[in-house]
Each structure stands twice: as structure tokens, then as C-alpha cells.
């Protein structure tokens, strides 16, 4: 063979091997280049109180309460249309650090987040049941992340029969349908009281919260994430919060862009009240999946 040929040869070994290199680089990046990996724009939606036709008359109306069978209505389409139910957590470690890997099978879905605020009695009593049920139908588990505010919570001293009882936060976490977060102790504006007075707020809610869960969360996730009271916060609150706890959520009517967020302390939520039906949460959830791209150049 003459060094001529030897030199074809081994140009045309290079020129084969180089489509299997690019294939293999390609194959490699897929994920990354994938549209549905790691969907820049989650909704994450707010409720409270959650009424059912039978308790209605129970209460007195409010404009945040929302009707049990609306709700039962959304979580089935979302459920339906394989939507990933993000704790707090999920959110943290996934989207807002990337500090772990978003798992293979999770990489195609649209993310959502369902939040429950103000530890209403209902939430065990009307919630926890819809989640059972749904779960028995399609074997799929819902989670819901709860802003809970232990100095509100029903015990030996203060039997509510409007706000849970640590024995309810328990159920729910016990059975993989609860996440469980921080409200402030006593749903205080953390704005208008005293810089001591807003590290006892913080504190004591988590406290009280890891107490009560303490034997069902080893690694202590209860209670590491925390959302403003009245959606209230100035610097000095941003101040301790950043302390305490890994992020915190607001309410300010927009969708969550991890893509451009500048600050995990102000996480966007969408407030839901008794006006809007399942029908139209749904199709504004639509509008903002993964496949309306120019949608999410409006959120930054």
C-alpha cells in the first residue's frame, strides 16, 4: 500500500466516523433542544377557601372562595392532559436552581402549580377528598402545595372548625397529596410590624409547622418556602425572609418565567376567586403551554 493510499484510506476512516460524532453530539444535546424540556412558563395558581353546594350557607361569601366542583373540573382536565404537579420544592430544585436534573419522563409535560392559602378547614374536608377520588380513577397522585399558618391551626385551646388542625396536615402529607409551606404564624402584614416582630412571624411558622410534620418529613422540606401575607413585602422583610427560608411567593397576576426571573423571593402567582369557572382557568392555562411560544417573550 503507498503512503498515498494509506493517507485515502485513513481520510476516508475520518470522513466516516465524523456523521457518527455529530449524531452522537446531537443525540446528546436532543434534550436541551427539545421545545418541551424545562417549559419556560409555569402557572401557578392561587385558591383558599374551597365551598361545596352542601357548606355554602355555612359561610359568608367571599370573593377568594372557590366552588368544589369548579376545582374537581380543572384538576381532572389537568390530569387528563398529563400535566406535572410541581411541589415547592420541584419549583426550587428543577426551575428556579437547576440544581437537579428535570427527570426524563417529565421532560414533555407542561408544569403546573395549585396553591392553597390561609389553612382553611376546607382544604381537608372538600380538597383531600376530590384528590382521593381522582387519584382511585386515573392513578395519578395530584399535589398541592399548601401556605399554612400555624397560629390559626385548631388544637385543644382553639377548636375551629373553619381552620385545620395539625392532624389534617398530617393526613394529607402522609398520603403524598400535601405540601406543606409557610404563610407567616398568624397572617400578619410582615410591612406593618416591627423588624421583631417579623423574624417571630417567620420563625414560629416554621417551628410550629416542622413540629407537627417533624417524624413524616426527615429532610425537613416542610416550612422551607413561604408565601407573603397579603402578598406584602418591602426590603427589610426581603431581608429575613432571605434568611429563613429558600424562596417566597407573592401574588401579582402574572405567570412565572423561571427563564428571566431575577428574584426566587418574588415568585409571580395568578389568584384565582369565585368568578372565574374551570373553563376559563383552562383556557388560560391553554394559552400559555409550552407550543405558544410568543407568549412568553410578554412575561419578562
Known amino acids: 500500500m503507498t503512503e498515498n493510499n494509506h493517507d485515502q484510506n485513513s481520510n476516508s476512516s475520518k470522513n466516516n466516523s465524523f456523521p457518527i460524532s455529530v449524531f452522537l453530539l446531537m443525540a446528546m444535546m436532543f434534550p436541551l433542544l427539545n421545545p418541551g424540556y424545562n417549559p419556560p412558563t409555569i402557572p401557578i395558581l392561587g385558591f383558599h377557601r374551597i365551598v361545596s353546594q352542601r357548606n355554602i350557607r355555612q359561610f359568608k361569601k367571599l370573593d377568594m372562595d372557590y366552588k368544589e366542583k369548579e376545582l374537581e373540573k380543572l384538576l381532572e382536565y389537568l390530569i387528563v392532559q398529563d400535566y406535572w404537579f410541581l411541589t415547592s420544592q420541584d419549583l426550587y430544585d428543577f426551575f428556579l436552581t437547576k440544581s437537579r436534573e428535570v427527570p426524563y419522563e417529565y421532560r414533555n409535560k407542561n408544569a403546573i402549580m395549585l396553591t392553597f392559602d390561609d389553612s382553611y378547614k376546607t382544604v381537608y374536608t372538600n380538597l383531600l377528598p376530590i384528590l382521593s377520588k381522582l387519584e382511585k380513577k386515573y392513578g395519578k397522585k395530584v399535589k398541592v402545595v399548601l401556605f399554612v399558618n400555624p397560629g390559626t391551626l385548631a388544637n385543644e385551646d382553639n377548636m375551629s372548625s373553619t381552620h385545620l388542625g395539625c392532624q389534617d396536615l398530617r393526613v394529607g402529607l402522609q398520603k403524598g397529596f400535601f405540601d406543606i409551606q ?81 428574584d426566587n423571593y418574588k415568585i409571580p402567582r395568578l389568584m384565582v376567586n369565585r368568578q372565574k369557572s374551570s373553563q376559563e382557568l383552562i383556557e388560560a392555562i391553554q394559552r400559555f403551554s409550552p407550543d405558544k411560544k410568543n407568549n412568553f417573550k410578554e412575561q419578562c
Open 182 to 262: 409557610s404563610h407567616g404564624d398568624n397572617h400578619k402584614n410582615l410591612t406593618e410590624i416591627s423588624e421583631q416582630e417579623i423574624v417571630r412571624e417567620l420563625l414560629l411558622a416554621r417551628i410550629k409547622l416542622r413540629k407537627c410534620t417533624e417524624d413524616l418529613d426527615p429532610e425537613q422540606k416542610v416550612a422551607s418556602h413561604l408565601a407573603y401575607p397579603y402578598g406584602a413585602y418591602n426590603k427589610q422583610v426581603l431581608e429575613y425572609v432571605n434568611k429563613y427560608y429558600l424562596s417566597a411567593y407573592l401574588y401579582n397576576d402574572k405567570l412565572l418565567n423561571y427563564s428571566c426571573l431575577q
